[in-house]
């Protein structure tokens, strides 16, 4: 009887030990990327000078095996910040689609109201001025067992300058789930990190360029993405200098951030 429960013994724990070793060692969810493109245009009639193009990149998550779950998270987040939560669906073809042709149908609408209200009675002179919207997305690397995902936005309807952005987005890949800061980090972070950001500003700009920031003090953005072994804060225009410096960047080494105590998770 002893044999026997020895044995039964060391069968549970060889069982044991396979998934605690399975559960540990666990490949990371892989997925192939593909891409859903779309593009549209209209032309400047005479009575106006002003032609639109809206075209939009995004790549996307294929699964690979029972990872669907993931990838329709993932999907659903990507074309949400990428084009509006109006948007949101995990058949990102059609999201793209409509996306393209809307923006076209509503610069119709409106080129066809200015061109009524007499706004360039004197357009045949005029040069012809381009209004335009686009959008890409694309993967930015892995981590660990985390995706970084970066939208390029774009759009100009008159004026002195385009309206442009950067968008940051980081992905659990055993969950799908969008990583906030709050998951990243330990509750009351924000002045420690927000020092951490400030005292990297300087070296993420060009020489001189501090000296237009807003403040020396700068608070923590959930816009972010993990690249190699720095976390990436990503400030679009006016959120923390004029427009002229364009979104910035500043890198924080997940060292330091591991060192001053204010990380929830291994990264």
């Known amino acids: 009887m002893n044999d026997i429960l020895s044995k039964e013994a060391r069968q549970a724990l060889t069982v044991l030990i396979i998934l605690m070793c399975a559960a540990g060692c666990a490949r990371n969810p892989h997925f192939d990327v593909l891409n859903s493109y779309a593009e549209s245009s209209v032309p400047a009639k005479d009575g ?3 032609s639109y193009r809206t075209e939009v990149s995004l790549d996307y998550p294929l699964a690979k095996g029972d990872t669907s779950h993931v990838v329709t998270s993932m999907r659903t987040t990507i074309v949400a910040s990428a084009l509006g939560w109006q948007f949101d669906t995990v058949d990102v073809e059609r999201a793209v689609q409509i996306y393209v042709d809307s923006l076209s ?3 119709s609408s409106l080129s066809l109201n200015m061109e009524n209200a007499g706004m360039y009675d004197d357009s ?3 040069e012809v001025s ?3 919207d686009t959008v890409t997305g694309y993967f930015a690397g892995s981590k660990k067992h985390y995706s970084s995902y970066v939208i390029e936005y774009s759009s100009y309807s008159g004026g002195a300058h385009p309206e442009s952005g950067v968008i940051g987005l980081v992905f659990d890949l055993f969950s799908g789930a ?4 709050d998951d990243l980090f330990v509750p009351g972070f924000d002045e420690t990190l927000g020092d951490l950001i400030s005292r990297h500003a300087a070296e993420s700009l060009p020489d001189g360029a501090a000296e237009a920031l807003f403040s020396p003090s700068i608070m923590p ?3 972010f993405v993990l690249t190699g072994k720095t976390i990436t804060f990503i400030y679009n225009p006016y959120e923390i200098g004029p427009y002229s410096l364009g979104p910035v960047h500043i890198q924080v080494p997940v060292k330091e951030c591991a060192s001053a105590g204010i990380l929830a998770m291994d990264i």
């Open 124 to 126: 045949q002179d005029e």
């Open 178 to 181: 969008q990583v906030t800061l």
């Open 221 to 223: 953005t959930g816009n």
């Open 130 to 132: 381009e209004w335009y």
């Open 48 to 50: 106006l000078p002003v």
């Open 105 to 107: 149908d509503d610069f």
